[in-house]
């Protein structure tokens, strides 16, 4: 089976990926501790057969399952388990310092797990043992995630860092290779511990342009393909080969305002900006109707979504009596955009364009700057950036997931890259993820994303629907709503 998207990954390295393109990869080759169930973020067994809570929620302990082997060879028991953990979140592991010198480290395990794990120990050849160093109901869904992956121990001790270019885990597929900007092949592991994959190989394959990748659909070159173009979808409904699966996504479209830049932290300007962009247009015409408007950070596929929400509705004429409130002297911003198609923006640097007209018109000057892909993720999280388009794709079902890892002052740098901070969110954000009461969580969700939201370190454009075109002849594909797709079960017909 051929997979296309859109870029290639920058790593195939599970802590240092912070590629949607890699997290689809390596869930072929890699597991985790748990994962999400088909179809759901609800949390599963997976490696751990099942696990234990300490009274007091500071220890969690982790039952393996016997029998488990790596590509390698390599039992998985909890020394290994312990090896994996320990290299990405202990400061110390000459592992972890190898890796922050030569590729910048793991962005996103600081922010997921070592910011509350504070050791990962083996008590037993199959028991192991997660220390906190606070209570954190998102545990488990941030386990299931790509970045928490279980790594071969004994490829780590051999490869190092080279473990980007040889990854081995205990997926039902095993690497083969990758050539980089050309395609990604696995190949069905015989030892693999549950049901041998359908498929015997997998070719991932980025292919820039949507429209290419649509033509390799339609052309039957490919089997599937993730963030389509909506205009192409009537087409691919239309024939008799070729389908398009969709549902609403867990997922949030942006621009994010630089906060560490003194001609950004002007409030006033910021929220003037967000009354000037038409989301409604931009969700009918742009993305031809596959998008919502947002109202705030969490989309409405969020169990947490605040429904009596409704920030900064189309306004030209607000936003021109707030930017002179705001002091704007015409000075000239620049809009950071990228290329490639997003699940949560398949018109890439498009929608800079129109952001732009809209800004335009209510007085604001701004210039684009486009920059490739890799690096401008590298520039944002070294605040070099300005007002930089983005988005999420969430990778757990729990809004700790969008309003946690963007907005908690902990973060900054990390998923953080508006480096947006206060002490009263922060303090409603930590108490969210300490309370294990889920109505309670929402409400303190609510307060917080309330708080944000007025504070506008974001433009706030909306939401899009997940999308992802096949040939009908692939079978058992089902989407996530994390977009972290497991081939276990797809065959091909």
Do not use: C
């Not at 320990?86 to 110390?92: G, V, Y």
């Not at 095993?174 to 190989?201: C, M, N, P, S």
């Not at 209510?362 to 401008?376: C, L, M, R």
């Not at 303090?427 to 969580?441: M, V």
């Amino acid at each position: 089976m051929t997979f296309l998207f859109a870029g290639d990954t920058n790593r195939l390295d599970p802590p240092a990926m912070d590629a949607q393109e890699g997290f689809i990869a390596t869930t072929a080759i890699y597991e985790g501790l748990v994962r999400y169930k088909s179809g759901s973020t609800d949390v599963e067994p997976a490696l751990a057969e099942k696990w234990d809570l300490s009274t007091d929620g500071l220890q969690v302990v982790f039952h393996l399952k016997p029998g488990v082997m790596f590509h390698d060879g390599s039992p998985l028991n909890a020394q290994a388990v312990a090896f994996s953990f320990d290299r990405s979140i202990n400061k110390d592991n000459p592992l972890y310092q190898e890796a922050q010198g030569d590729y910048g480290g793991f962005p996103y395990i600081g922010d997921y797990i070592s910011n509350v794990v504070t050791k990962v120990e083996a008590v037993g050849d199959l028991d192991v043992q997660f220390t906190l160093n606070r209570k954190f109901s998102p545990l488990l869904s941030n386990l299931a995630i790509p970045p928490a992956y279980v790594i071969s121990m004994e490829a780590l001790k051999k490869y190092g860092k080279g473990i980007n270019e040889n990854p081995v885990g205990t997926g039902p597929f095993k690497f083969v290779e990758w050539k980089k900007d050309d395609h990604i092949t696995v190949d069905a592991f015989d030892g693999y511990w549950g049901t041998r994959a359908k498929l015997q190989r997998i070719i991932f394959q980025p292919v820039p342009e949507p429209s290419v990748r649509a033509l390799k659909i339609q052309n039957g070159e490919a089997d599937v393909t993730w963030a389509v173009d909506p205009k192409d979808v009537p087409t691919l409904k239309g024939q008799a080969n070729t389908d398009v699966l969709e549902q609403p996504g867990l997922n949030v479209n942006m621009a994010e305002f630089n906060l560490t830049m003194p001609q950004l932290q002007n409030k006033a300007l910021r929220q003037a900006m967000n009354y000037a962009i038409n989301k409604q247009e931009l969700a009918d015409s742009l993305y031809t109707g596959a998008g919502t408007p947002a109202t705030g950070v969490l989309p409405p596929t969020s169990w947490a979504f605040n429904s009596d929400l409704h920030a900064y509705p189309f306004d030209p004429d607000k936003a021109r009596a707030m930017l002179q409130d705001a002091g704007y002297n015409g000075d000239m911003l620049t809009l950071d955009t990228y290329t490639i198609a997003r699940g949560y923006n398949p018109q890439g640097s498009k929608l800079a364009e129109a952001v732009q007209q809209y800004l335009d018109d209510v007085g604001v000057k701004t210039q684009i700057q486009t920059g490739e892909w890799t690096q401008y993720r590298a520039d944002r999280r070294a605040a070099k950036l300005h007002v930089a388009f983005g988005g999420w794709q969430a990778d757990t079902g729990d809004p700790e997931n969008f309003l946690g890892v963007f907005f908690n002052s902990v973060n900054k740098g990390g998923v953080n890259t508006s480096f947006y901070g206060t002490p009263d969110v922060d303090q409603l954000l930590n108490s969210a993820n300490e309370e294990t009461d889920t109505a309670k969580r929402k409400d303190l969700f609510n307060q917080a994303e309330r708080m944000i939201v007025d504070d506008a370190p974001w433009l706030f454009i909306g939401h899009m629907k997940q999308q992802a075109a096949l040939r009908k002849r692939v079978q058992n594909f089902v989407q996530q709503p994390t977009y972290i797709y497991y081939f276990n079960n797809v065959a091909l017909g």
